[in-house]
T-cell receptor, first 113, second 113 residues
Framework: GQQLNQSPQSMFIQEGEDVSMNCTSS?????WLWYKQDPGEGPVLLIA?????ELTSNGRLTAQFGITRKDSFLNISASIPSDVGIYFC?????????????FGKGTLLTVNP | EAGVAQSPRYKIIEKRQSVAFWCNPI?????LYWYQQILGQGPKLLIQ????????DSQLPKDRFSAERLKGVDSTLKIQPAKLEDSAVYLC???????????FGPGTRLTVL
């Protein structure tokens, strides 16, 4: 099945720094989603993108739907300790049925206070 | 509003034993999903229900995994017999309808020894 390439695998940053992570696919996606997963919890939706070129913000988070529809990035500005967690990209593949979500492997973010 | 409930939260069994997981979705959500999340990976869809009917079970290992949602509300996922490679977190999610935002439960962490 389709795989999403998410990078980097992990990041270790200082509090206050900005963070950027991205996701690419070999096929076109209709929707790009970014989730955060805390230890022992299920993923929680952060941002949803529905149109190529769309740029959406949610507080300190900004995400963009690539114009080729094969990539997306997530930026976190002025990181704080509670940003620690695993960030997943996910998407609905164009032409796919049943709105099946495909997830990336995740980016583990560690923020040093 | 109550979230997606799952039980048990943790389960340890020996290989070849059977195990069952339970999920109670958010009230009114027609679509229910079971995902398998292996350590270091993103969630992988096992099965999707729309009310009490199966929409997609293409990635469910049907020789050992089964799932049901008899009354279109609660759902159970069973593994019989378990293998070592079944060790993972099993996440349940629900959405108002197919394509809607998916809300995840906390998951059941299964360890097969």
């Amino acid at each position: 099945g389709q795989q999403l390439n998410q990078s980097p695998q992990s990041m270790f940053i200082q509090e206050g720094e900005d963070v950027s992570m991205n996701c690419t696919s070999s096929s076109i996606f209709n929707t790009w989603l970014w989730y955060k997963q805390d230890p022992g919890e299920g993923p929680v939706l952060l941002i949803a993108l529905y149109k190529a070129g769309e740029l959406t913000s949610n507080g300190r988070l900004t995400a963009q739907f690539g114009i080729t529809r094969k990539d997306s990035f997530l930026n976190i500005s002025a990181s704080i300790p509670s940003d620690v967690g695993i960030y997943f990209c996910a998407g609905h593949e164009s032409g796919g049925s049943n709105y099946k979500l495909t997830f990336g492997k995740g980016t583990l973010l560690t923020v040093n206070p | 509003e109550a979230g997606v409930a799952q039980s048990p939260r943790y389960k340890i069994i020996e290989k070849r034993q059977s195990v069952a997981f339970w999920c109670n979705p958010i009230s009114g959500h027609a679509t229910l999903y079971w995902y398998q999340q292996i350590l270091g990976q993103g969630p992988k869809l096992l099965i999707q229900f729309q009310n009490n009917g199966v929409v997609d079970d293409s990635q469910l290992p049907k020789d050992r995994f089964s799932a049901e949602r008899l009354k279109g509300v609660d759902s159970t996922l069973k593994i019989q017999p378990a293998k070592l490679e079944d060790s993972a977190v099993y996440l349940c999610a629900s959405s108002l309808d197919s394509g809607g935002e998916q809300f995840f439960g906390p998951g059941t962490r299964l360890t097969v020894l």
